[in-house]
């Protein structure tokens, strides 16, 4: 660079670059990206949308592509999520079993609690199970074979978790019973509570609840003194 271009250069604020004595280029500086966020509902849409084109269809008849098409976004983006179709059905379970197993619980370590209002409270949560979340309760029921056994041997064990609070707080109740018997008991209340997924029932929600509760009261107090 000759010094007539140097003084320019310096009257410029700049100063002279020069690889070997040959001008470089100007290198204009990397501005970063946003990071990217994620949708945190994203995944609750995603099983939402999965309970119900599974209920509707049967589990094989669904693709991600399906899913996805349900959602919004394209396959590959439910793969961020959930590895397979298997998965998405997995997580749908644990999401129902782990609410149901959490509150139950919690009702029965409430050493104050009565006995009977406490199982008024968990048939209350399998009736909110099979009213609000129908979809997913039919698709449990329905599709819970098409999983691999590991994850159906996880899944049963949260539910005979689950069921053994019930037991617990019916023997406590009716202290005459054995446990076989109170576990009998359990499984009839419940599956009551469940029948209303085989059909239509054609009621007002709040009467079809009250309908549901009663019966599974009667099927735990029966022969009761």
């Not at 990397?30 to 849409?45: G, N």
């Not at 104050?112 to 129908?134: E, M, N, W, Y």
């Not at 008991?185 to 929600?205: F, K, R, W």
Request: glycine letters at 6%; proline letters at 4%; a neutral charge.
């Amino acid at each position: 660079m000759s010094r007539e271009n140097a003084r320019a250069a310096a009257s410029n604020g700049r100063a002279p670059s020069t690889v070997g004595g040959a001008p470089t280029a100007r290198v204009t500086p990397i501005t970063a990206r946003p990071a990217r966020t994620r949708d945190p509902a994203r995944k609750q849409r995603i099983l939402t949308a999965a309970a119900d084109l599974v209920a509707r269809n049967g589990f094989s008849s669904v693709s991600m592509e399906d899913i996805g098409d349900a959602v919004g976004i394209t396959a590959s983006a439910i793969y961020r999520h959930y590895d397979s179709k298997n998965a998405v059905l997995v997580a749908m379970f644990d999401r129902v079993i782990d609410r149901l197993l959490g509150e139950g619980q919690r009702v029965a370590a409430d050493e104050q609690a009565d006995p009977r209002d406490a199982l008024r409270r968990l048939i209350d949560g399998q009736i909110d199970f099979v009213v609000d979340d129908r979809d997913v309760a039919q698709v449990y029921f329905r599709e819970i074979a098409n999983l691999p056994e590991t994850d159906r041997r996880g899944l049963r064990r949260k539910q005979r978790l689950y069921l053994e609070e019930w037991v617990h707080l019916l023997t406590e109740l009716r202290p005459g019973l054995d446990d076989t018997a109170a576990r009998t008991l359990v499984h009839c209340a419940i599956g009551a509570i469940q029948s209303t997924l085989q059909h239509s029932a054609g009621l007002p929600e709040e009467r079809l609840r009250e309908l549901l509760r009663q019966s599974a009261i009667a099927v735990l107090t029966a022969g009761a003194e």
